[in-house]
């Protein structure tokens, strides 16, 4: 990996796709930055009023907090909406006391001219997002029957969805075993967080860092509490810790349990493997962190971890794959081990039937449990024949 450095994200010029019009109102900023730097004439009013009574750096605490309440990744969605927004307002000329509060007949226009081009959770994620930004500067949010209709209408011409993405499959995690240096320390860290994904069904940003300075310990699991390892009376194995923030529970976190196996890929075995092989890393540490050839260490990064899995799949021949697809494989093998789909739904955090969107080779999960229901189904007949025969004679 490259050294550490440090150094702020700086907005870069705009693609021909995403220019504006230059406004003192819109200054250049990265995109989840715009909601709360991006002012109209409407919002400057308001904070003029609310300095009567309140004064400038309370004012700037009450929005920071606000923004506060959406995550960054939502903020940078909310802030692509906004862009789209302003857009569609320079191409019909009109001022900027008119964008905000918005008219329903104009965010009615806005829908329309989207509907078809994108999804419409690409259009309804948008108008989340300037619904936020009228809320953050005290402007009225049209919510009339107009633009609800237009909202439906926007579904029913919605484009055609992109293939879903493959999953990860055991194929490709046995590559990774035979292919990757589990001798070697980042290699190991590697192979660990691709086991913990795939058979805990979980999402790679909990697992590992979206950059090498982009550790929070409030967020991403640290190597200290050490993962604890187990084993039931029945003599069942896991290993087993706890990730401090998850996309559905927030900062309540999850416990991660790792179920040992016979299969190579054991998580159980791979976890153990990179905490033996990475034993010099600090306690307040990524979990994943891995020893470097300088004698110090780095954090395991989700862009490092997928170059090296796609660098052994595309050596194999298997294509490159996305992180998401790992929990995606995870659960799909799960089910074709005949696991029960509320047992795969608690292990990977599902609370929603969301986690149906994940099943892939339905074709061969469904007849499998409705065989296994049916067998169940039929034993518990000929068991209560049994019984009644029993007590008759």
Same mark, same amino acid.
């Given at each position: ?16 796709? =995403? ?12 995109? =989840? ?102 809320? !953050?500067?005290?402007? #009225? ?38 292919? !990757? ?5 980042? *290699? ?5 967080? #691709? ?114 899995? =796609? ?9 490159? !794959? ?52 049916? *067998? ?18």
């Amino acid at each position: 990996p490259p050294p550490r450095t440090s150094r702020a994200r700086k907005p870069r010029k705009p693609k021909a796709e =995403n220019v504006i019009e230059p406004s003192e109102h819109r200054p250049l900023v990265l995109a =989840n930055e715009r909601l709360r730097l991006w002012s109209t004439p409407y919002g400057l009013s308001r904070q003029q009023h609310s300095s009567q009574f309140l004064s400038h750096d309370v004012t700037n605490r009450l929005l920071d907090t606000m923004i506060c309440a959406i995550e960054p990744d939502t903020r940078k969605n909310y802030g692509a909406g906004l862009l789209r927004f302003t857009q569609f307002c320079d191409c019909m000329h009109l001022s900027e006391d008119s964008r905000m509060p918005a008219s329903e007949l104009l965010v009615s226009a806005f829908v329309a001219t989207w509907a078809g081009r994108v999804s419409k959770s690409t259009i309804d994620t948008w108008l989340a997002g300037l619904a936020f930004w009228h809320a !953050l500067n005290g402007a #009225a949010w049209p919510a009339d029957r107009a633009l609800r209709i237009t909202c439906s209408a926007a579904l029913k011409l919605e484009p055609l969805k992109k293939p879903k993405r493959p999953p990860v499959t055991l194929e490709h995690m046995h590559a990774l075993r035979a292919r !990757l240096d589990l001798t070697n320390a980042f *290699d190991a860290a590697v192979y660990a967080v #691709a086991c913990c994904a795939f058979w805990g069904c979980r999402r790679l940003g909990e697992l590992t860092i979206r950059s090498r300075n982009a550790f929070d310990p409030a967020k991403n699991v640290a190597r200290h509490p050490r993962p604890t390892f187990k084993v039931l009376p029945g003599g069942a194995h896991y290993a087993c810790f706890h990730v401090p923030w998850t996309k559905t529970t927030k900062f309540a976190g999850a416990d991660v349990i790792l179920t040992a196996m016979t299969d190579p890929t054991d998580p159980k075995t791979a976890l153990d493997h990179h905490l033996r092989v990475n034993a010099a890393i600090p306690k307040d540490a990524p979990l994943f962190s891995f020893e470097t050839a300088q004698g110090g260490w780095a954090p395991m990064t989700r862009d490092w971890f997928l170059d090296r899995c =796609n660098e052994v799949w595309v050596a194999e021949g298997l294509g490159r !794959l996305s992180g998401h697809c790992f929990r995606i494989g995870g659960a799909t093998e799960l089910l074709l081990r005949g696991t029960h789909p509320d047992v795969v739904a608690t292990q990977g955090g599902w609370r929603s039937h969301a986690f149906l969107e994940y099943w892939r080779k339905i074709e061969a999960i469904l007849p499998l449990f409705i065989s296994n229901s049916f *067998d169940k189904s039929r034993l518990h007949l000929v068991e209560k024949s049994m019984a009644a025969f029993k007590k008759k004679y």
